[in-house]
């Protein structure tokens, strides 16, 4: 059974980094990609970022420069982090794993909603 | 980036209605295409990828369909627990970008 279980700070002060954790049970982090959307009720669904199976990252040219996505295999997570953060970064943000190329998004986190103000 | 277009934005419908959904793509996305359902207060499900595969364990009465640039989401036999808001995904290209969501009604 896949779980994708994510945590971090849900109020931060403009400015501050925003930094996200997401556990992976159920599936290796040397196998699948790894995303993080967010969700606004202006702008829907965004997709942020991915990190492949072997490490190589792919971003959102709209948050390139304040984004990073890691993975820690020892800790089976990947995490997210936003620096400079204003309040158009208020969101719920989803932590999700894509099988492979062909196959998309196939299993979400719970979310954690993260307000900046 | 690749601009998805849903429609329509919102529909009412009754148990039983056969529903439709479409996506438009901006760019051709080869059938790079996934339908979500997401219902208030929870994570968006996966129903289908590559434009017609429908994952393990979703009903068959949804329907997934489309080539090019022009896709569109079936509900067979509308369902009580169908009502939600549905919302495609491109994964041809990255960004990988999301349609503005169809909020189904009843």
């Known amino acids: 059974q896949v779980q994708l279980q994510q945590w971090g700070a849900g109020l931060l002060k403009p400015s501050e980094t925003l930094s996200l954790t997401c556990a992976v049970s159920?599936?290796?982090?040397?196998?699948?990609?790894w995303t993080w959307i967010r969700q606004t009720p202006g702008k829907g669904l965004e997709w942020i970022g991915e990190i492949t199976q072997t490490g190589v990252t792919n971003y959102n040219p709209s948050l390139k420069s304040r984004v990073t996505i890691l993975v820690d295999r020892s800790r089976d997570e990947f995490s997210l982090r936003l620096t400079s953060t204003t309040a158009a970064d208020t969101a719920v943000y989803y932590c999700a794993r894509r099988h492979n190329p062909t196959r998309g998004l196939e299993y979400w986190g719970q979310g954690t909603p993260v307000s900046v103000s | 980036d690749i601009q998805m277009t849903q429609s329509p934005s919102s529909l009412s419908a009754s148990v039983g209605d056969r529903v439709t959904i479409t996506c438009r793509a901006s760019?051709?996305?080869?059938?790079?295409l996934a339908w979500f359902q997401q219902k208030p207060g929870e994570a968006p499900k996966s129903l289908i990828y590559?434009?017609?595969s429908l994952r393990s364990g979703v009903p068959s009465r949804f329907r997934g369909s489309g080539s090019g640039t022009d896709f569109s989401l079936t509900i067979s036999s509308l369902q009580p627990e169908d009502f939600a808001t549905y919302y495609c995904q491109q994964y041809s290209t990255y960004p990988h970008t999301f349609g503005g969501g169809t909020k189904v009604e009843i």
């Open positions: 590559l434009a017609s």
């Open positions: 760019h051709g996305i080869n059938n790079y």
């Open positions: 159920g599936g290796s982090l040397s196998v699948y990609y």
